[in-house]
């Protein structure tokens, strides 16, 4: 008990802030699109397309590159999941680990920077800032909210790679970094930039002794996500890029006051809008800020070494940085930076203030005398519970199980969420639902035993005069078809963008495929060439042990 107990308060709390997910049924959100996601994932499994790429029920039926470009790993691990306690149970147990996995990350990366008292006041901050709150109960932003579960686990590895240069952390850092790039595209861009600043301070710090180790290490998280972050990035021109970045989802129409990130404590359900009027709170949080401004304090009233200050005054500067990035003081930095559009929501940023601020209240423990540190731990864990506490719980609950959530209005409305975020830019937007079966445009066809999976399909088309078919799935590079097991060409030029074909009078059997482009091909091999990479630098480490 007395090695273990910081491990568990942290469960004990994380068990307060995580309980409506242990309730039977589902909690409303505003992205509810989880189970749908860990849905079509399952099917990519079934269907062997590995990696998945291609859901076939979203975009309302016509399908769309989903998984080309949104982070993947919550939805691996969700599928994975959905074997053993289905759709719901899976997408709710993510939450879980969204909520609560990511302190235990917290602890170790500040208890050893600064010891265990430190390190529980961190993960405690970081457990209960109340953007973590609005990310799961609120917004219902999976992704994101896994994506801060992982950041830590990835700074402490980097950490302890540097300064024990031991394999086993060179490992675990590039298994870490390969899963945060897979999980979340904003977040990577508001985090890598850190973590480089993070590498470059610690390898300074050991005289640059362990850089031929975390460059191995950096390039094999790089290379073993690679299946998903260079089509993510080099076939964005593919779709259509402009319906993330317009009218409510203009980074400008999202700007937080002053007010909103340090005063306000008001909670709603609401949306994102100019101003507090939306209902949604962005606070940093209490007592999280207060730290930050104790800390910048205890550079000058305590005795600190030298290092430490810098290391401080940097993540103070990270802190004030990411502040001012959701303010709209920094347009000017938004304007140039043409990158930052598809953020959408500038408070966004407010993921790094409280990584930040929870990392900055650990070293106030550390900075006060050592009487009176318990103390100060027991009114921060005291003060961060109640003012928060209350935030962590949905708007409603209700009773629904996984054949009603994926059958009737709730599979509609689930299959055209989020239609417009990765529409082909040959398609247009849909005015309803997909055609459960190919159609004839013009001629005379008789469609029979369609089957539409997450990579190909197949029907039978009998051909009574010249037709021209229309398949309800919208073309996407690489769809090709085969009529009679024979390549055959197709066509994108109607009115939505779907595939088309024209047929003679006669019988055939119509097939499609999903195939990769060459450039998705490359990345594939990359991860692959890492993943034995990764294994061999393993074993030749260990012969180098022996």
């Known amino acids: 008990m007395s090695k273990y107990w910081p491990l568990i308060i942290i469960v004990v709390l994380s068990l307060s802030v995580s309980w409506p997910l242990l309730k039977s049924g589902y909690f409303s959100h505003q992205d509810d699109l989880q189970v749908i996601r860990i849905f079509e994932m399952r099917k990519c499994f079934a269907d062997m397309q590995?990696?998945?790429?291609?859901?076939?029920?979203?975009?309302?039926?016509?399908g769309f590159p989903l998984f080309n470009f949104y982070g993947?790993?919550?939805?691996?691990?969700?599928?994975?999941?959905?074997?053993?306690?289905?759709?719901?149970?899976?997408?709710?147990?993510?939450?879980?680990?969204?909520?609560?996995?990511?302190?235990?990350?917290?602890?170790?990366?500040?208890?050893?920077?600064?010891?265990?008292?430190?390190?529980?006041?961190?993960?405690?901050?970081?457990?209960?800032?109340?953007?973590?709150?609005?990310?799961?109960?609120?917004?219902?932003?999976?992704?994101e909210s896994i994506a801060l579960t992982i950041i830590p686990f990835v700074f402490y590895f980097a950490y302890k790679l540097i300064i024990?240069?031991?394999?086993?952390?060179?490992?675990?850092?590039?298994?870490?970094?390969?899963?945060?790039?897979?999980?979340?595209?904003?977040?990577?861009?508001i985090f890598l930039p850190v973590l480089a600043g993070w590498l470059i301070y610690w390898?300074?710090?050991?005289?640059?002794?362990?850089?031929?180790?975390?460059?191995?290490?950096?390039?094999?998280?790089?290379?073993?996500?690679?299946?998903?972050?260079?089509?993510?990035?080099?076939?964005?021109?593919?779709?259509?890029?402009?319906?993330?970045?317009?009218?409510?989802?203009?980074?400008?129409?999202?700007?937080?006051?002053?007010?909103?990130?340090?005063?306000?404590?008001?909670?709603?359900?609401?949306?994102?809008?100019?101003?507090?009027?939306?209902?949604?709170?962005?606070?940093?949080?209490w007592p999280h800020w207060l730290l930050v401004v104790v800390s910048a304090f205890s550079l000058f009233i305590?005795?600190?070494?030298?290092?430490?200050?810098?290391?401080?005054?940097?993540?103070?500067?990270?802190?004030?940085?990411?502040?001012?990035?959701t303010h709209n003081k920094s347009t000017f930095l938004w304007l140039q930076i043409s990158l930052l559009e598809y953020f959408q929501f500038p408070w966004r940023f407010l993921s790094l203030s409280i990584f930040t601020a929870s990392i900055l209240g650990g070293f106030v423990i550390s900075a006060i005398k050592e009487k009176w540190q318990h103390s100060v731990c027991v009114a921060i864990i005291l003060l961060a519970i109640v003012l928060n506490w209350n935030y962590f719980k949905p708007k409603e609950f209700y009773s629904i199980n996984d054949a009603q959530k994926l059958s009737g209005e709730s599979w509609d409305l689930q299959r055209r969420g989020a239609l417009l975020d990765y529409l082909p830019t040959t398609a247009l937007?849909?005015?309803?639902?997909?055609?459960?079966?190919?159609?004839?445009?013009?001629?005379?066809?008789?469609?029979?035993?369609?089957?539409?999976?997450?990579?190909?399909?197949?029907?039978?088309?009998?051909?009574?005069?010249?037709?021209?078919?229309?398949?309800?799935?919208?073309?996407?590079?690489?769809?090709?078809?085969?009529?009679?097991?024979?390549?055959?060409p197709l066509s994108y030029n109607n009115l939505l963008g779907r595939i088309s074909l024209s047929l003679a009078p006669g019988n055939y059997k119509v097939e499609g495929s999903f195939k990769n482009t060459p450039l998705r091909s490359v990345a594939?091999?990359?991860?692959?060439?890492?993943?034995?990479?990764?294994?061999g630098f393993v074993k030749w480490k260990k012969q180098e042990n022996s």
């Not at 899976?90 to 990511?102: D, T």
């Not at 290391?311 to 940085?321: E, H, K, P, Q, Y």
């Open 72 to 143: 993947v790993f919550p939805y691996y691990l969700g599928a994975i999941l959905s074997f053993f306690i289905g759709y719901i149970g899976a997408s709710k147990v993510l939450f879980f680990f969204a909520l609560s996995a990511g302190s235990f990350g917290m602890y170790l990366l500040v208890k050893s920077l600064w010891g265990k008292l430190a390190g529980i006041i961190s993960a405690v901050l970081y457990l209960f800032a109340p953007y973590k709150a609005l990310d799961v109960y609120v917004r219902g932003a999976l992704s």
């Open 164 to 189: 024990s240069s031991k394999k086993k952390y060179s490992v675990l850092f590039s298994l870490s970094l390969f899963l945060f790039l897979i999980t979340h595209n904003i977040m990577t861009i």
């Open 429 to 488: 937007e849909p005015r309803e639902a997909a055609q459960d079966r190919p159609f004839a445009v013009s001629g005379e066809v008789e469609i029979s035993k369609f089957i539409n999976r997450s990579n190909r399909w197949e029907f039978l088309a009998e051909v009574k005069d010249k037709a021209e078919i229309e398949v309800p799935v919208y073309y996407f590079p690489n769809w090709k078809i085969k009529v009679d097991g024979k390549v055959y």
């Open 302 to 325: 305590s005795k600190v070494k030298r290092n430490t200050k810098v290391l401080i005054a940097l993540i103070i500067g990270t802190f004030v940085l990411s502040i001012f990035m």
């Open 50 to 62: 590995i990696p998945c790429r291609w859901v076939p029920d979203m975009g309302w039926g016509n």
């Open 524 to 535: 594939n091999a990359i991860t692959v060439i890492s993943i034995i990479g990764l294994a």
């Open 203 to 285: 390898l300074a710090f050991s005289k640059w002794k362990s850089i031929g180790l975390v460059t191995t290490s950096v390039l094999f998280g790089v290379g073993l996500s690679a299946f998903f972050i260079v089509p993510a990035f080099f076939e964005k021109k593919l779709v259509q890029t402009e319906s993330l970045t317009r009218f409510e989802l203009d980074y400008r129409a999202n700007f937080v006051k002053v007010r909103q990130l340090f005063i306000d404590r008001t909670w709603g359900y609401g949306t994102s809008i100019p101003g507090p009027e939306g209902g949604m709170s962005f606070q940093i949080g």
